[in-house]
């Protein structure tokens, strides 16, 4: 007689919810596993970001955490960068200028280990950003990687799909609505968390963009609200951090001040093509949500529910680690043999 397929649901076709399929579907043996989500890529946030690995509002979440789901994801963005396809998924190395303001503190030790490499900026590079008006005094030089989610996601998607996952177009009101439907529900809803679950604290952080042809623009400059953030094909002009801001329309006075400060680090980006601007909701909340929850229908029903979501500016930087432990929890769920929810 053939075993009972476990079933798992994931909500949500962001970066999160697809590193998160692909992971469970690569590892767990006879699963039933569907992506449900309203939108896909290249309608999601990750696809519209910079793609950067470097970690950028994460809230106060435990900072050997973050440590840990950023090495993860470095790991596994390395072996992709050594592959023979990564101009296709669009995996690079990125270096990067952080300039800061003389009052801003940087820690060194909080990124011991994390990224490829990390020193202060010499006072050459210093003045290569430094004008009349702006003298630029200290910074901190980062070699990273970017993962471009427009060329990543479609990659995920086809993964999974092709080991036999499935997706399903569609909204779901609410996790509950799951229950006695599938045995594990992997939460990954972005922004929207709080409208399917109870979590009131899920905020979005509105980003404005630019994305321009800027091919020699090689390095990404950061200062402040402004960054510059190089593609593979492509260079993203940002930004702004507006909390609690639902606005998804392009703001001109945004415009305005993201041109205005990035022609400020690099002035030739006035003369780039403009190619798209574009709104994102980073989805901000005081600390990452990565656990497990048990619900009930309050009769015979139970679904296990794995949370992971509120990963602010650093959804893709934190992505592959966090379903490194989104697969963690399914394995202690299975060992546990705790899945008696459907029917
Ligand atoms: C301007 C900007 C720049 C950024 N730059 C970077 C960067 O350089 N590096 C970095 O690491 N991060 C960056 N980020 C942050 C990053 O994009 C996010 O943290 C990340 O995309 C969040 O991924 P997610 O999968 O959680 O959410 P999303 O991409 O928003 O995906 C959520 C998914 O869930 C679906 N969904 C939501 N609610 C429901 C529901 N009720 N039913 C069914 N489906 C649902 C949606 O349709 C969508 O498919 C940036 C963000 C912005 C806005």
Same mark, same amino acid.
Not at 270 to 278: F, G, K, L, M, S
């Given at each position: 007689m053939s075993e009972k397929k476990l079933k798992i649901a994931v909500i949500g076709a962001g970066i999160i919810g697809c590193t998160s399929a692909v992971v469970l579907i690569e590892s767990i043996p006879n699963v039933d596993l569907t992506i449900i989500s309203e939108k896909f890529t290249p309608n999601t946030t990750g696809d519209g +970001? #910079? #793609? %950067?690995i470097y970690p950028y %509002?994460?809230?106060? &979440?435990d900072s050997k955490r973050i440590k840990k789901w950023i090495n993860d994801t470095m790991a596994y963005l390395k072996q992709h960068f050594q592959s023979s396809d990564s101009g296709k998924l669009g995996i690079g190395l990125l270096s990067m200028y952080y300039l800061l303001e003389d009052r801003e503190v940087f820690n060194y030790s909080d990124f011991d280990n994390v990224m490829i490499s990390q020193r202060p900026m010499t006072s050459s590079e210093l003045k290569q950003f430094s004008s009349p008006q702006k003298q630029w005094t200290k910074g901190v030089y980062v070699t990273t990687y970017y993962a471009e989610c427009r060329k990543l996601l479609p990659y995920l998607l086809q993964q999974f799909k092709s080991k036999g996952g499935k997706v399903c177009q569609q909204r779901v009101? +609410?996790?509950?609505?799951l229950i006695g439907k599938y045995d594990i529900v992997i939460n990954?809803? #972005?922004?929207?968390?709080g409208k399917c679950t109870a979590d009131q604290s899920v905020h979005p952080i509105r980003g404005q963009v630019y994305r321009v042809s800027a091919p020699w623009i090689k390095h990404c400059v950061m200062a402040g609200n402004h960054y510059i953030i190089p593609n593979s094909d492509t260079v993203v002009l940002g930004g702004t951090k507006q %909390? @609690? @801001?639902? @606005? &998804?329309n392009v703001d001109p006075i945004d415009s305005k001040d993201i041109m205005d400060g990035c022609s400020q680090l690099i002035p030739s980006v006035r003369t780039a093509q403009i190619v798209d601007e574009w709104v994102g909701l980073r989805p901000g909340r005081h600390e990452v949500r990565l656990e497990r929850e048990v619900i009930s229908d309050g009769q015979s029903h139970q679904l296990q529910v794995i949370h992971n979501y509120?990963? #602010?500016? +650093?959804g893709v930087t934190l992505s592959y680690g966090c379903a490194q432990e989104v697969l963690d929890y399914v394995q202690q769920i299975i060992a546990s043999n705790n899945v008696k929810s459907r029917l």
């Amino acid at each position: 007689m053939s075993e009972k397929k476990l079933k798992i649901a994931v909500i949500g076709a962001g970066i999160i919810g697809c590193t998160s399929a692909v992971v469970l579907i690569e590892s767990i043996p006879n699963v039933d596993l569907t992506i449900i989500s309203e939108k896909f890529t290249p309608n999601t946030t990750g696809d519209g +970001s #910079g #793609g %950067l690995i470097y970690p950028y %509002l994460p809230g106060s &979440t435990d900072s050997k955490r973050i440590k840990k789901w950023i090495n993860d994801t470095m790991a596994y963005l390395k072996q992709h960068f050594q592959s023979s396809d990564s101009g296709k998924l669009g995996i690079g190395l990125l270096s990067m200028y952080y300039l800061l303001e003389d009052r801003e503190v940087f820690n060194y030790s909080d990124f011991d280990n994390v990224m490829i490499s990390q020193r202060p900026m010499t006072s050459s590079e210093l003045k290569q950003f430094s004008s009349p008006q702006k003298q630029w005094t200290k910074g901190v030089y980062v070699t990273t990687y970017y993962a471009e989610c427009r060329k990543l996601l479609p990659y995920l998607l086809q993964q999974f799909k092709s080991k036999g996952g499935k997706v399903c177009q569609q909204r779901v009101d +609410s996790v509950r609505q799951l229950i006695g439907k599938y045995d594990i529900v992997i939460n990954c809803p #972005g922004v929207e968390a709080g409208k399917c679950t109870a979590d009131q604290s899920v905020h979005p952080i509105r980003g404005q963009v630019y994305r321009v042809s800027a091919p020699w623009i090689k390095h990404c400059v950061m200062a402040g609200n402004h960054y510059i953030i190089p593609n593979s094909d492509t260079v993203v002009l940002g930004g702004t951090k507006q %909390l @609690n @801001n639902w @606005n &998804t329309n392009v703001d001109p006075i945004d415009s305005k001040d993201i041109m205005d400060g990035c022609s400020q680090l690099i002035p030739s980006v006035r003369t780039a093509q403009i190619v798209d601007e574009w709104v994102g909701l980073r989805p901000g909340r005081h600390e990452v949500r990565l656990e497990r929850e048990v619900i009930s229908d309050g009769q015979s029903h139970q679904l296990q529910v794995i949370h992971n979501y509120g990963h #602010g500016g +650093s959804g893709v930087t934190l992505s592959y680690g966090c379903a490194q432990e989104v697969l963690d929890y399914v394995q202690q769920i299975i060992a546990s043999n705790n899945v008696k929810s459907r029917l």
